[in-house]
């Protein structure tokens, strides 16, 4: 979509939003229509905005060689993404569903951080010491095979 387009539109939109009614409760809090959504406008850009500074932030770093070893660290977690990613849903579930040890509920959300952290600190040392071995992660292998339809090599 054009940028001389989709900003009028995206303005279009949160005025038709705001006087749906259904942001009743910040026009109360504000007292004050427009700036109100003039907030609302100005919070859809300035996320992505700060998004984009951080991310920007952090490859300058990376790019400079400041974080050197983590990089190389997180580079064997993303070369194997599929596998963590299904590794990472399948021990959470275990965690927090009823199947499993029904942690869901029994925490307080700032708590809930530390599993995730946990799987994510053992994650990086699997994920490095799988692909000292084979060249690929084994979900990662499995759907370059069925996409080739051609066993790889391991």
Known sequence: ?????????NCKIY??????NQFEWLKKECKCHLF?????????FGAPML???YVSGIILLTHHG?????SQWLAAVGRMALTNYL?????????FYGYGLGWYGQMPPWLGILP?????GLQIPFSIYWLRRFRFGPFE????????????KF
């Not at 400041?66 to 983590?70: E, G, I």
């Not at 590794?87 to 965690?95: D, G, P, R, T, V």
């Not at 995730?116 to 994510?120: E, G, H, M, S, W």
């Open 66 to 70: 400041h974080f050197k070893r983590l």
């Open 36 to 44: 109100a959504f003039v907030a609302m406008l100005l919070g859809s």
């Open 51 to 53: 998004t984009l500074a």
């Open 116 to 120: 995730v952290l946990v799987i994510y």
């Open 15 to 20: 005025y038709n939003e705001w006087s749906d």
């Open 1 to 9: 979509m054009r940028k001389d387009v989709a900003l009028p539109l």
């Open 87 to 95: 590794m990472h849903s399948i021990i959470a579930s275990f965690l």
């Open 141 to 152: 292998w499995l759907w370059r095979s069925l996409t080739y339809m051609k066993w790889q």
